[in-house]
């Protein structure tokens, strides 16, 4: 079974988790989730121009820093494809690590798709 599909198995979201990590504080969550969207792009832009530049060390660095923000958000697929990104940098396989990032953008995709849908569900002018 390749990553990807590996990542399609977890959840793009355990709001319940994040939730519970902001002790129940829906606002609070809903600020976290948020902020973590807007700097997902850009780590994903980062993790692209240090493979560029074929900066592993650094690569894996970023990789291990966005895995825990996954984790933080309870982003659980992302956390598995920013942690497969990771490992393939720590054993300075560039040659592999494109096709890590474009799994990495996958999940970006279901992330942000799973938040808009918490979004739609909920009643107008209430958070999630």
């Given at each position: 079974m390749g990553m990807q599909q590996e990542c399609r198995e977890l959840p793009a979201l355990e709001f319940?988790?994040?939730l519970?990590?902001?002790?129940g504080n829906l606002e609070f969550a809903e600020r976290v989730l948020t902020r973590f969207e807007h700097q997902l792009g850009e780590e994903l832009s980062q993790l692209e121009q240090l493979l560029g530049v074929e900066n592993a060390?650094?690569?894996a660095r970023r990789a291990h820093s966005l895995e825990g923000a996954a984790a933080t958000v309870g982003a659980t697929a992302l956390q598995a494809a920013a942690a497969d990104v990771e490992t393939l940098a720590r054993e300075d396989r560039?040659?592999?690590?494109?096709?890590g990032l474009v799994d990495l953008q996958i999940e970006q995709s279901r992330f942000a798709e799973t938040v808009a849908e918490f979004d739609k569900a909920t009643p107008a002018g209430k958070s999630f």
């Amino acid at each position: 079974m390749g990553m990807q599909q590996e990542c399609r198995e977890l959840p793009a979201l355990e709001f319940q988790q994040l939730l519970d990590r902001c002790a129940g504080n829906l606002e609070f969550a809903e600020r976290v989730l948020t902020r973590f969207e807007h700097q997902l792009g850009e780590e994903l832009s980062q993790l692209e121009q240090l493979l560029g530049v074929e900066n592993a060390d650094e690569l894996a660095r970023r990789a291990h820093s966005l895995e825990g923000a996954a984790a933080t958000v309870g982003a659980t697929a992302l956390q598995a494809a920013a942690a497969d990104v990771e490992t393939l940098a720590r054993e300075d396989r560039l040659d592999l690590i494109a096709s890590g990032l474009v799994d990495l953008q996958i999940e970006q995709s279901r992330f942000a798709e799973t938040v808009a849908e918490f979004d739609k569900a909920t009643p107008a002018g209430k958070s999630f």
